[in-house]
């Protein structure tokens, strides 16, 4: 069956470290694959598109990198503040849709 | 920066009634997409629309379900006879392109309580 596995346990960090997300899929094809954030009661926001021919991408202090063979994305989050807790979550296309992990909460403590 | 509004924020209803749920997508986009997350599980994909059609569904989307867009800025859901099952958070979203450029600018949902 298909399945988009993250992190199902919160990861806790210190400010200023960095932060490392997990996304595993399987029976999937994807041609890209993104990573949003959610704050709680709030829609997702998107941060970062990557495409299947792409190792790596970066944007600030964001960098995602997409693994086909694995079939894997690691999302990282440098230089972590308090102001990057949320729920961040992975999402691939199928067709004409986005598919949605459960997504990993982000705890960054002062 | 130009968002996508949903409304209401919050909407209780009686199983059995008809909701409506409106969103106003971003005004240059041409995908749209309504999604659903009940609390504590995954954001899951219900419908996509494009020129002026449902491009794809999902299994949620049954035929108690339908979406419009009755002029050229609202797109709204509507779910006929209501269950408990519904009760959720509900996103709208939209897009200016579809395929590998696309991403998602989703609103803030309407938060729908079946009772």
């Known amino acids: ?33 993104q990573w949003y954030r959610q704050d709680p009661g709030r829609g997702p926001v998107f941060l970062l598109l990557i495409r299947e021919n792409e190792k790596e991408k970066r944007k600030e202090r964001l960098k995602v990198t997409f693994d086909t063979t694995l079939k894997q ?38 | 920066e130009p968002e996508v509004t949903q409304t ?23 995908y749209f997409y309504w999604y659903r997350q009940i609390l504590g599980q995954k954001v899951e994909f219900l419908v996509s629309f494009y020129n002026n059609e449902i491009s794809e ?31 959720a958070m509900y996103f709208c979203a939209s897009s200016e392109r579809a395929g590998e450029n696309e991403k998602l600018f989703f609103g803030s949902g309407t938060q729908l309580s079946v009772l």
Not at chain 1, 15 to 29: D, R
Not at chain 1, 80 to 100: E, H, M, R, V, W
Not at chain 2, 8 to 17: D, I
Request: with cysteine; proline share 5%; aromatic share 8%.
């Open chain 2, 57 to 87: 569904k999902s299994e949620i989307f049954d035929d108690q379900f339908s979406v419009e867009r009755p002029d050229g800025s609202n797109f709204t859901l509507k779910i006929r006879s209501t269950k408990l099952e519904d009760s």
């Open chain 1, 73 to 110: 994305s690691l999302f990282h989050i440098t230089a972590s503040q308090p102001a990057d807790s949320a729920t961040y979550l992975c999402a691939l296309n199928q067709g004409g849709k986005l598919i949605f992990g459960q997504g990993t909460e982000l705890s960054v403590k002062p």
């Open chain 2, 8 to 30: 209401p924020s919050h909407q209780v209803t009686q199983m059995g009634q008809e909701v409506i749920l409106r969103c106003v997508p971003i005004s240059n986009h041409l």
């Open chain 1, 1 to 33: 069956s298909q399945k988009i596995e993250q992190n199902s346990e919160a990861l806790n960090i210190q400010e200023g470290k960095t932060a490392t997300l997990t996304c595993n899929y399987t029976n999937y094809s994807p041609a890209y694959l």
